[in-house]
């Protein structure tokens, strides 16, 4: 038996808490299970620009957004491992103009502009030999196929220095970076852009290995019951001294490995 062991926390940058803003940073997990019985891992972060007024808002429709319509797929027979990149760049258009649809009618029932809810995104769909990845902007998602950690994208930036690309923008579809993997998945993260400078090497655009494997071995090594214990753990952790020395933004990380035996 297969199954998968996850976690993840978001975190108040001190910036914020020094400004009295909220965290607006957001994320979601869910193990959705395929009407055929195999089980889709999906996992989805997003981080609210830090100059929109409703921004932890919007991250926190993006993640709903994206982890409900695939719930919904999923569970009503959609097929990802014989989907070709057509159909899923197809699928990932409509999830994402869904998401933006979404925020614009909240915004509008707020009578403010949509960008007001600007938020990024980073998700991942993980089945057993083939899995889907999704970026827009910033953050990050790092994989580990055979005792490597490889980030599946590099961060986006925008046009001027400190800037990004948003679910929000008219450009969105096109700014769009989606990759379909056809390997086992055994562990994977994805993070917002909080956590870019501990856990990627800017020299080498790679993953800084250091960062990642320590966590990953400790989340194998826990029993089930201690799970709930790991999120308060992993948030002690990116509230530390240690990385807050190193950002001062709000910070999500999300952790999965996968088990051959359960325990």
């Known amino acids: 038996m297969i199954k998968w062991r996850f976690t993840s926390t978001s975190v108040q940058g001190t910036s914020h808490i020094e400004s009295n803003i909220p965290c607006q940073d957001f994320s979601l997990c869910k193990l959705v299970t395929h009407k055929d019985g195999n089980d889709f ?3 989805v972060a997003s981080d609210g620009a830090g100059s929109a007024t409703y921004s932890d808002e919007g991250s926190r429709i993006v993640c709903e957004c994206f982890l409900g319509k695939l719930t919904r797929y999923i569970e009503k027979g959609w097929s990802l491992e014989q989907a070709d990149e057509d159909v899923v760049g197809r699928w990932i258009i409509m999830l994402t103009r869904y998401a933006a649809q979404t925020i614009k009618r909240v915004a509008k029932e707020r009578g403010v502009e949509k960008r007001e809810f600007a938020a990024t995104l980073v998700l991942a769909i993980v089945g057993q030999k083939k899995s889907i990845f999704l970026q827009l902007g910033d953050g990050g998602i790092v994989i580990n196929t055979a005792e490597n950690y490889e980030p599946v ?3 986006q930036s925008g046009e001027y220095a400190n800037m990004t690309y948003f679910v929000t923008d008219d450009s969105a579809i096109k700014n769009l970076q ?3 993997v056809n390997q086992t998945i055994n562990e994977i993260a994805l993070f917002t852009d909080g956590i870019q400078g501990l856990a990627l090497k800017y020299d080498t655009q790679s993953a800084y290995a250091p960062f990642f494997r320590p966590q990953f071995e400790y989340l194998r090594q826990v029993s089930d019951l201690e799970l709930p214990l790991i ?4 948030a002690a952790f990116l509230n530390s001294k240690s ?3 190193r950002t001062n933004d709000d910070k999500t990380l999300i952790l999965a490995c996968r088990l051959n035996d359960p325990i």
């Not at 999120?231 to 992993?234: A, N």
């Open 231 to 234: 999120k308060d753990q992993l």
């Open 178 to 180: 989606f990759k379909i």
């Open 243 to 245: 990385v807050n020395d």
């Open 41 to 43: 891992l999906v996992l």
């Open 153 to 155: 994208f590099w961060p």
